[in-house]
Nanobody, 116 residues
Framework: EVQLVESGGGLVQAGGSLRLSCAAS????????IAWFRQAPGKDVEGVSC????????YYADSLKGRFTMSSDNAKGTVYLQMNSLKPEDTAVYHC?????????WGQGTQVTVSS
């Protein structure tokens, strides 16, 4: 059974940092593109970052460049999202996503709340 399990969310003050983790299991192939999305209350889902399965290149939403860093530990089957200089507008549920062709998997999400 394929699973994506996010962790690391919580309540943090503006200017603080959090590191989210997404543990992947049950995959029979390693050529999935892994991405982070977020959804704030009352807003659409927003792409945060992704990592290429081809060469490990990371991509970020323009508004988040310089504050968020995505990385992976293939040995642990885990991807991370380091979030620095957090702002109240970063408050959202953060989801991990794995895509390969028409197949996509989602984690349950982890809540990040940034207080002003």
């Amino acid at each position: 059974e394929v699973q994506l399990v996010e962790s690391g969310g919580g309540l943090v003050q503006a200017g603080g940092s959090l590191r989210l983790s997404c543990a992947a299991s049950g995959f029979t192939s390693d050529d999935y593109t892994i991405a982070w999305f977020r959804q704030a209350p009352g807003k659409d889902v927003e792409g945060v970052s992704c990592i290429s399965s081809t060469d490990g290149t990371t991509y970020y939403a323009d508004s988040l460049k310089g504050r968020f860093t995505m990385s992976s530990d293939n040995a642990k089957g885990t991807v991370y999202l380091q979030m620095n200089s957090l702002k109240p507008e970063d408050t959202a549920v953060y989801h991990c996503n794995a895509v390969r062709g028409p197949t996509a998997y989602w984690g349950q999400g982890t809540q990040v709340t940034v207080s002003s």
